[in-house]
């Protein structure tokens, strides 16, 4: 078994930049791809980014392209996101995700394990 556990949340202003960490524990999770997932209250879970297993693909939301950037650190049996230019909007509870493949998806049912979130706050 995998347990993620998401870790950098807080409150900050418009403009602020802030990283999440996901760290990995139980095995390796060094041939899984991963993910972000936030949910904003009131609205569905959707998705923010994935990375493939290596590190080298990553993909995107429309609504976070150019401000967030996925890592991962496959010695740590992390992965990251880097948030910066947060708007409002952003705010939301924050998940990591991670699947049994290499390659990552957007869809959220493909993925077989998931953290508890974390929260991140973004204020005007």
């Known amino acids: 078994q995998v347990q993620l556990v998401e870790s950098g949340g807080g409150s900050v202003q418009a403009g602020d930049s802030l990283r999440l960490s996901c760290a990995a524990s139980g095995r390796t999770v060094s041939t899984y791809s991963m993910a972000w997932f936030r949910q904003a209250p009131g609205k569905e879970r959707e998705f923010v980014g994935s990375?493939?297993?290596?590190?080298?693909?990553?993909y995107y939301a429309d609504s976070v392209q150019g401000r967030f950037t996925i890592s991962r650190d496959n010695t740590k049996n992390t992965m990251y996101l880097q948030m910066s230019s947060l708007k409002p909007e952003d705010t939301a509870v924050y998940y990591c995700?991670?699947?049994?493949?290499?390659?990552?998806?957007?869809?959220?049912?493909?993925?077989?394990?998931w953290g508890q979130g974390t929260q991140v706050t973004v204020s005007s």
């Open positions: 990375v493939s297993w290596s590190g080298l693909a990553t």
């Open positions: 995700a991670a699947r049994r493949l290499r390659g990552g998806s957007r869809g959220e049912d493909l993925y077989d394990y």
